[in-house]
């Protein structure tokens, strides 16, 4: 479960595997002699749902692995104590050029990123509108490149099942009118 950890990063003594801190509990790597625990929580990352004036969503291709050449929303890994709702106007204008601003938070959703299903993700997604003064988008980053889609139009082809999820979730609430 946790072969690619063999060694303590603080004092470079071999890991253990046990459960902790009861039988009950999940595996966890830990090292017996400084006491470190590798929990191997959840990555959080943050994105947008950005929906234009004509009520077109806003997707990217990925230009990088995992899932390089499928559609994604724009988003990204936080950065150490980085609150999400920055994380994602980061991460927005880093991949889209856009200048964006929330209009409510979508919801969260749990996923695993790439083929390791040791690499558990928590996304926060935000529906979000793009600022008048943002000019057009432009694939940066990540993205090779971006798209406009309809809710009827959106591809198949998702990078990630928390896309495939938020994109619901915004579907519905655009059909009820909620956000």
């Known amino acids: 479960m946790f072969g690619h950890y ?3 990063p603080r004092c470079r003594a071999e890991l253990s595997t046990r459960r902790f801190p009861s039988d009950t509990d999940a595996e966890r790597r830990m090292c017996d002699s400084c006491g470190f625990i590798y929990w191997n929580n ?3 990352t943050a994105g947008g749902v950005v929906e234009d004036s004509q009520g077109r ?38 991949e889209t ?8 938070l979508l919801g969260f959703y ?23 003064t943002s000019g057009e988008a432009l694939a940066s980053d990540d993205m090779a490149e971006l798209g406009w889609f309809a809710p009827g ?9 928390n896309v495939v999820d938020a994109l619901a979730d915004w579907k519905a609430k655009k059909r009820y009118g909620t956000s």
């Not at 899932?67 to 204008?93: N, T």
């Open 153 to 161: 139009d959106i591809p198949s082809d998702l990078a990630f099942q």
């Open 97 to 104: 050029g856009l200048h964006v601003e929330p209009i409510a």
């Open 42 to 44: 959840s990555r959080p």
């Open 57 to 94: 969503v806003l997707l990217g291709r990925r230009g990088i692995a995992p899932s390089k050449g499928l559609w994604d929303l724009p988003g990204g890994f936080l950065e150490p104590g980085e609150h999400p709702e920055a994380g994602f106007v980061r991460e927005l204008l880093e």
């Open 6 to 8: 063999q060694f303590c």
């Open 110 to 132: 749990m996923d695993q990123y790439g083929d390791d299903p040791n690499e558990h993700t928590l996304n926060i997604f935000y529906w979000c509108r793009v600022l008048e």
